[in-house]
């Protein structure tokens, strides 16, 4: 069969058009259901303060202050504390020292009356993402339901329509410099096979240049609100900007900004010329500037992996955005022999690009992964898994083309090229003229076809990774890296929570927190138990009583989980003279 014969390619195409269309919508549904679905959980997590939720004191407090798990940046309003009339009984002015990072403190005014009282909380972790919370607790007795104060002063669900529109913003950034710096790059590389008109890639690049621009002041404004918790006053509320621009997530945009103001005075010039060029680096260089690459370890393999990642997805992206102009361009002036050669370079670059993201990719997951049970329980995981069903249809159309199409075209070229014109060598009759010319136009369109597809797909990938970057990692929410952290049910008492901190082998502390089926410290100070046991390695059961810290809360120091491997921690607590509720948790503890 001809090469190029139309049908078997055309149809194949169409198949496989299809395939990725249905692969996109369903990556797109997995990403609104991530994004919906799962809240943007953070790095810092409260471990304690002055007051516990539920804890009732009998003098009221002067101050009140929060110990994180991390350094935290508080913005001015980020500790409030609401009467149960609803009216915020703080003085105002946040503040933090020097010496105690991980603390926010807040002054109350003086002589509180009895009653109960609620905290709001709304911090940013080490790498920039937005943590908040609430509690209550009381002065000399209850009064009223705490569950509706909180509701009244605090709506966890209420930073999520902001949440979205910070993720879509950071897609659109993504989008932007990847675009841009990638096609600057690519025109630069392939200046001779290039020699057209570079008009329309200069537009698009302007024009990717623009929104990153225009995407660094969304994403700032954003992330104040985020931070601010005040919805449209947190937009403007000034010093909450200066810290949010202070913060690794302004410095980011900031040197974006700068980046996509160098790309459009240097494409003033040529759009493959130094100062473009160095602008396209500079917006790389910002996405490295915040996010996970900041707090996951080994330091040096995640910044290298998230450099050469971002780069060479860059030249991925851009590459194949400058191949599709090029190849209509080509189409229409009728040049397969400029075209082929293209093809050929393209390819070259294609697969350059693919093993380096791809490998890149790997370390990335790894160091934010580690094992695979936080890929399966964590939002991060699935929303990896998603971010990978869309890379297999990139994968696949790129190997088609490297199989299939690109060899046809190169052998067209080789034919071409003997024939000595830059023209198909006309040999038959009419009718084999008419063939080779449908032929021919057949594997354009596919080749043109497949391009945007695969630029497409890029597109869904970057969006399953603006979701990404937004979540715990994997590690992290698995206990994997950090502290292990589970709620379970307690039958016959109502929950468990339960903290293994800092999670490896070793000396621990382990806090339980007993509660009411909604949440609430139970009121209970003795018969708690728990016993801990390693079945595989036959060690245990260790019977400990844990000490009484707080209403409901216990906690056990020591050093009884010095092995790693799955552990058992049965709980156990005296319901009334003759019963006992209990109930396991199994945890890895790490080496
Ligand atoms: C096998 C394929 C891939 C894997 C396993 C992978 C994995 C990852 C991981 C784990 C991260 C780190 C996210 C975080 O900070 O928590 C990441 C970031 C990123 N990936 Fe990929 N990725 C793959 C393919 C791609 C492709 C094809 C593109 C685009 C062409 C891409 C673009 C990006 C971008 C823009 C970032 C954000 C970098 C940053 O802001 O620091 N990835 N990827």
Known sequence: MHPLSPSPLTSRAHGLAALVRLAGAGVL???????????????????GGSVFDGQVLDTPPEELFLDFNEAVVSPR????????????????????????????????????????????????????????????????????????????????????????????????????????????????WMREQLDGDDQPVTRVVRRAGVAVLVTAVLGVLLQNVLVGGDGLASLVDASGLQSTITSFVGISAIVRAVGSVLLLVGLR???????????????????????HTLTTGPAAVVWGASAVHVATAALWFGGLVVMAMELRRRRRSDDPVGAGRLVARFSSLFTLSVVAVVLAGAALSWAEVRALRALTSTGYGWALIAKLVAVLPLLALGTWNNRKLIPALTARRRRSARG??????????????????????????????????????????????????????????????????????????????ITVDPNRAGANEIHIYLLSEVGRPLDIDEGVTMTLSQPELDIGPLVRTPTLSGRGHFVLQGPELSVPGRWEITTEVATSRFDVASTVTEITVNP
Not at 29 to 46: F, K, R, W
């Open 269 to 291: 010039r040529a759009l493959s010329g130094p100062v473009a060029l160095a602008g396209g680096v500079v917006m790389l260089t910002s996405l490295l500037l915040e996010g």
């Open 29 to 47: 549904a997995c990403l609104v259901m991530v994004v919906l679905a799962t809240p943007a959980s953070a790095h810092a997590v409260l471990e």
């Open 77 to 188: 309003g980020g500790l409030r504390i609401f009467g149960s009339d609803g009216e915020r009984v703080d003085e105002g002015g946040t503040f933090q020292t020097d010496d105690a990072p991980d603390i926010v403190r807040v002054a109350l005014q003086p002589d509180l009356a009895d009653g109960t009282y609620a905290v709001t909380y709304r911090v940013t972790s080490a790498d920039g993402h937005p943590v908040n919370g609430a509690f209550v607790f009381s002065v000399g007795a209850e009064s009223g339901s705490g569950d509706q104060l909180l509701g009244q002063v605090f709506s966890s669900g209420a930073d999520r329509p902001w949440a979205v529109l910070a993720a879509i913003v950071r897609w659109v950034t993504y989008a932007g410099v990847l675009l841009a710096a990638g096609a600057v790059a690519t025109v630069a």
């Open 420 to 497: 000595g014109s830059g023209q198909p060598v006309i040999a038959g009759g009419s009718d084999e003229v008419a063939d080779r010319a449908a032929a021919r136009d057949a594997a354009w369109a596919t080749l043109t076809k497949t391009v945007r597809i695969e630029a497409l797909v890029v597109v869904l990938v970057l969006a399953a990774t603006s979701v990404l970057v937004a979540l715990q990692p994997a590690a992290e929410a698995a206990g994997i890296t950090g502290a292990f952290s589970t709620n379970q049910e307690f039958e016959g008492l109502g929950q468990l929570s």
